[in-house]
């Protein structure tokens, strides 16, 4: 592949640089602030919350540090895990309180290892027991001298923000002194300002101004609060001594004891502040979500930055990783397509990552499967809430049924909802699951939309963007030989069947990848980032399966919905089939007409027996 396409996918990785960049298109960008949860449940949450917040599209990031590094090792992890699996690029703060020379360069080598190039670099609130602030021992007593040995030590990797105190820090409330802090942290090689939270926008703008003033040339970014409820309000602001306008008071007393009413106001009247700020040439908001979305979504709707507007331009058709040497990967196979944290945990240990055409498979291999985030998620309480107790193979695809209709958030093989995409093929995915087929993955076709389109679109501008119709699903053992030989009649079809003991049967050609995604853009070669290929099909196989035994012992031992869901884990077979006529969307599914699985709405028979020894929906009429 051409180095100037690796160039046009590598996003600029310093905060800096994104603000540069905002400021030369004219185009405002937005980041959000999220801190280490007290509970596991907390911690899923917020990687829930991640993922979906992704998509509005945030410039970056930041994840905080708990006074003293309490919780620094949550801190770290959730960095990695933003950074790597949900591909957002992220700031780790960083303080000095009760942090040991020792601390500071493990958390240091933990966000260089995970692919981190910012930090927020503080000196940090006094543990909660302690009245003032001081030093550790062998620890850094002021934010500056924390950025100088930032610098010192990794040079250029890290871009380091600053705080910046519009209205005053709790110990310090004298402007000028504050001010030349500030300059002393920037010159020892601060590179970007955030601003504590504030709703005083004249005051900011006025601060502003003399930052600029006492040579201060650093892009700043504003800390925004947006507005929850009424009480969760006035705790921050008493907590952070701000100076709330008048306009405020009076809107959000009108609205007291209302959460829905406080929202909409509290989303009015801080759109309204930063449109004044965008207004003055700030381009960057930074967004306090206190690990929330809903206000921090209707905000950015407010200011037409979400919603209705076009969404970003993929680099790739899937969700790149910014993890350390990921991001110039350009190939992965289309198996993990829904489960893409799962993919970048297995091949977290790989040397190098695939650019230009997918390499040997077999080494590096692919990780472990008792790796974290590998298997099924949740409690088997909740799952159990979540699929019910479905006893029939009528009651399994039911639940199929419902999440290609939106109405289930996910499957075993499904950590989110449908692409868009599947819109074109919906009805013969809804058809196949009625009659016990059971669909996990899939695309349509797509020959030659524009690299700009909405729905298919992804890379450079000016391109256009072209893929193969692809089917992976669970097919019983009774009916694997005629889907099979239906497949063969199709020269344009090729296949890979795998049953859980490693029965694998295909008509590919060899062991080879065949590209099911490419695009062709201008003055480049042409990109093929999605595959279909033996090795790593038969790693997702043991994945695959591994999360049907997981949905399994949800359930009691020998209960009937267990017994179900472990005959189809073991004895069924996990197809992939790829239509290599990229002009065809429909055809692939012709496969399984006038198939249907036997016995599917009967409890207590092994799924898929065959009736009359055929399977055909005629041989039962």
């Known amino acids: 592949m051409a180095d100037s396409f690796r160039l046009d996918i590598r996003e600029k990785m310093h905060i800096s640089k994104k603000i540069a960049e905002a400021e030369r298109q004219g185009k405002p960008i937005f980041s959000f602030e999220f801190f280490p949860p007290k509970t596991e449940q907390g911690v899923d949450n917020l990687y829930d919350r991640m993922d979906r917040m992704h998509d509005l599209g945030p410039a970056f990031v930041d994840i905080t540090w708990g006074a003293g590094g309490r919780s620094s090792s949550l801190t770290c992890e959730l960095v990695k895990v933003a950074q790597t699996a949900h591909g957002l690029e992220t700031s780790m703060h960083l303080t000095c309180t009760d942090m040991e020379l020792e601390m500071i360069d493990n958390a240091l080598k933990e966000a260089h290892d995970a692919g981190c190039t910012n930090i927020l670099a503080l000196r940090g609130d006094p543990p909660r027991e302690k009245e003032k602030w001081k030093a550790v021992e062998g620890g850094f007593r002021f934010a500056k001298d924390l950025v100088t040995y930032i610098k010192k030590t990794y040079g250029d990797h890290f871009d380091i923000g600053v705080a910046g105190y519009p209205e005053g820090c709790d110990d310090n409330k004298d402007p000028v002194s504050l001010m030349q802090h500030l300059k002393e942290k920037v010159d020892a090689g601060g590179t970007f300002i955030v601003t504590q939270m504030f709703y005083n926008v004249d005051n900011f703008l006025e601060w502003v101004q003399n930052v600029r003033k006492a040579g201060i040339t650093v892009p700043i970014v504003p800390g925004i609060m947006p507005i929850s409820t009424y009480d969760a309000f006035w705790r921050r602001v008493k907590f952070m001594n701000c100076r709330v306008p008048s306009e405020f008071r009076d809107a959000l007393e009108a609205a007291k004891g209302n959460d829905e009413a406080v929202r909409e106001v509290g989303k009015t009247l801080v759109a309204k502040m930063c449109r004044r700020i965008l207004d003055a040439g700030i381009v960057s908001l930074h967004f306090y979500t206190m690990n929330l979305a809903k206000a921090t979504e209707m905000t950015l709707g407010e200011l037409g930055l979400v919603g209705d507007r076009t969404p970003p331009q993929r680099p790739l058709p899937w969700r790149q990783s910014l ?73 399994v695809a039911d639940l199929f049924v419902r999440f290609l209709n939106g109405k289930l958030s996910s499957l075993p093989w499904s950590d989110t909802g449908l692409s868009m995409e599947v819109c074109d093929i919906k009805n013969d995915l809804l058809d196949l699951n009625k009659r016990g087929f059971l669909t996990i993955n899939s695309q349509p076709s797509v020959n030659g939309v524009k690299s700009s389109d909405s729905i298919y679109g992804w890379g450079p501008s000016g391109g256009y963007c072209y893929q193969k ?53 201008p003055g480049k070669e042409i990109v093929q980032p999605t595959i279909v ?81 055929t399977g055909e929906k005629e041989a039962r009429n």
Request: hydrophobic share 35%.
């Open 323 to 395: 993890g350390l040497n990921r991001r110039e990967e350009d190939v992965r196979p289309i198996f993990w397509k829904n489960k893409h944290k799962s993919y970048v945990t297995r091949t977290q240990d790989w040397d190098e990552f695939p650019n230009g055409r997918w390499g040997d498979a077999r080494s590096p291999a692919f990780g472990h499967l008792d790796t974290y985030d590998i298997g099924l998620k949740g409690s088997n309480e909740n799952n159990r809430k979540l699929w019910g107790e479905p006893k029939s193979l009528r009651d």
């Open 533 to 613: 290929e033996a090795i790593s099909f038969m790693a997702w196989k043991d994945e695959a399966f591994r999360l049907g035994s997981d949905w399994a012992r949800c359930y009691e031992v020998g209960s009937p919905t267990r017994t179900l869901l472990e005959d189809v884990v073991t004895n069924w077979y996990l197809v992939n089939i790829v239509n290599n006529d990229f002009h065809q969307t429909h055809e692939i599914f012709k496969i399984f007409e006038g198939l249907e699985v036997p016995n599917m709405g009967q409890e207590g028979v092994p799924v898929g027996e065959r009736v009359n020894g």
């Open 469 to 521: 119709a692809y089917l992976e699903l669970l097919v019983p053992p009774s009916m694997i030989d005629g889907v099979i030989e239906r497949a063969v009649e199709d020269e344009n079809m090729t296949f890979y069947a795998v049953n859980k003991a490693g029965d694998l049967r295909s008509n590919a050609p060899g062991e080879g990848p065949n590209a099911v995604t490419w695009g062709v853009f």
